[in-house]
């Protein structure tokens, strides 16, 4: 039923190219969750979001010291290696410290016909954020126009707002499918689902989930369930990894990651002025544990999270060296333990050494008590 | 024979001072009726200033590096750090501070001060978490304010009144926090002695372009300092000022700070606070490192001069601007912020190396020496975009790798071979009578 998602998934550069034969727009590549797609979108380009390609690489060493993250040395990678040279554009709004560098270093060294730094606030809780960050999506909405040559009208960017809204939507229905006590797709097929929302234009992207959710909802796995896990932590799509989890008796039922849950998770509403609005959803999104100060507003959403989907477990992750995430790691730990869910932690590199790994997952899975694996 | 004649600073005394009687501030400050908070040393710390003359301050980046100069106080402060689960690769100043703080141990002598508040400013990745979790873990309030609203030459009004308006919240909530009426006078008389402090302190490292410079960097990493504690105190206005004339008149009477100055280096970032004694090393070649990017930019406010020259911003007292109200106040310390050269590269290492390479061209240098530190993502961050920046520019330029405040990452033999390294493409040996004792 995923089938289309994981030819997306691993033919993403053949989706692209193919899709710049048969629109007259270009590919512009966003670098972080955060960045508007929706105002791309509007111009007539296909945002695309960047992700790395979960091989070892020795291209990035001149570029990013190593005490970065893996995954944002991975990305660049991509760029360096050409994989992306279809693509005319690159966006980054701001996050960590460690992606932009693979930002500025791609447009020092991957030649692109546009680029943009949007600088959206890091503090989301403060009521200035809204009027800022409309001015600064004024100011991208504009570079873009002069870029395309093109305005973007209202009615483009409350239709594209529409159309991802729609994504956004049916993503989270699917999500919502995961609460049964045999939730009708695995945590990969998720995984893969969202995953390929980031380089599909959403038209087709709609498309295949409107065509797959009716059967979904009476789908039945031909898999135990076993164990219920989320997975918490920062960028993830490594499917190597969940497969392994997925294969010792466990179901990832939820997570809370920009590449999974928190991409999708919140609409755009309309009050009248589509800038404001698009920012506002961009605001009032579940946060990166960077934007997430003074108050920490992601712990209730994950605990929310973790009651709404019954999960045994939590397996907290994180790309190794991603400071935001570490600064979160160890309250977040104690917070979920201490409302009764117990955590397993895993830190992750470009590639993940699966067979230590399943050795802790498994035992996660005995403490949990998941028997019937036994 | 030594080519320069050399004096120990006069001023000295008095910075170790100051710096002492900061300390003991804070920590008595409670005894003595009055206020305390904890913050970055690049928070706004003029704002605060405005509750009262009473009102204390520590500011965490200093405060870990004293620790990380005091290796078995630093060792015991990473372990407890550790020891919570937080990650070894995280600012190494932060954990020194979350240490010091679990083991109830203040690096000055007695138990860590509990603060009344934290107000930081936001930046790097780890700057507004790092107060987070110690407003938590003390039970205390919290206010940051996001100044990451991109480089200076980008700013325009939306840009800076999202730092002001932030500034005009943070004082309501000072107020409540506090219970105190917020008083303008003295905001305005702090904005006017940080900014007196930091065009000052960009004026001494100005002063340090001649050769032979009156200043090393070791040295002035002793006097930086004070502007990381307390920019907006009037004592440390003032002394800079005394110091600012004390090194003009070493410029005057050719007062080295080494006496065989015949190489002029820079390095970046913060050092390794444990193993200073490198920067006695490079003595050892005539070789001497005049500051860096981040000696002269942390807290020196700079401007770029009619002639092309980078220079010590002129204050809008100088200008004869009057500063009278709480708006104007604010607006003109976001906007002098703002312009911090080290918050520049943040956005894009390219903006860095522009700065390095004119330091390079204006100081006289013969050489760069960065210092990989993975002890702060936020220095670090391009920082081997600056070294292709600069070795493209035809600067010779070394790399060593490190961490501000955590000894276990800091390899001195090998950096000691690299400097020898180094110095051997530089055209420059180790003096004979050195050579004869090393």
Redesign the interface.
Known sequence: MFTKFFEWYEKRHDYARDWLDKNDGEVVGCFCSYVPEEIIYASGNLPVRMLGSHEPQDVT?????G??CPFCRDVLAQGLKGRYDYMKGIVIA?S???L??TY??WK?HVPEDFSY?I?M???VQ?E??YT?YA??LAKFKKAIEEWTGQPISDEKLREAAELHNENRRLMREIYELRQATDPPLTGLEAMVMVASSFFIDKKDHNAELKRILPELKSRTLDRETGGRLMIVGSENDDTEFIKMVEGVGATVVVDDHCTGSRYFWNEIKFNGNIVQDITNRYIDRPPC??KD??E?TRFPHILKLAQDYKVDGVILIQQ??C??H??????L?EYLNGNDFPTLFLEFDVTVPVGQIRIRIEAFLEMLGVEELF | MNEYKTEPLKSWKKAKELRQKYYEDYQNAHAKGGIRWTGGAWSFDAIPAGLGNDVYNITGEPYGASIAFDKKLSMECLEAAEAKGWARDLCSYMRNYWGSMYLNKYAFGGEYPQPDFCFQDHICCSHAKWYQHVAEYKKIPYFCIDVSVGPYKDLDEDRLMFVVNQMHESIEWLEKVTGRKYQDELLIEAVKNEMRSTSVWAEICYLNMNKPAPLDEKTMYSLYVHGTLAKHNKEIADFYEELRDEVKYRVDNNIAAIPDEKCRLMSDTQPPWGFLKVFRYLEKFGAISVGSLYTFGLIGIWENKPDGTWGPRTTPMQKGENITTRDQALRLLADWNLCKPEWQHFYDPNLKTEMMLQIVKQWKLDGVMLHLNRGCEGLSCGIMENRLGIAEAGVPVMTFEGNMGDEREFDEKRTVTRIDSFMETLGYDMQEETAKTA
Do not use: G
């Not at chain 1, 570490?326 to 309250?331: A, G, L, N, Q, T």
């Open positions: 060493e001149p570029h990013i010291f005490m970065f701001q960590c410290l460690h932009r560098q500025t270093s020092n730094y600088y606030p890091n503090k403060t200035h954020a800022y001015t600064e544990p960077t100060w003074e920490r190794k060296f400071d935001p570490e600064c979160d790691m160890v309250p730990k």
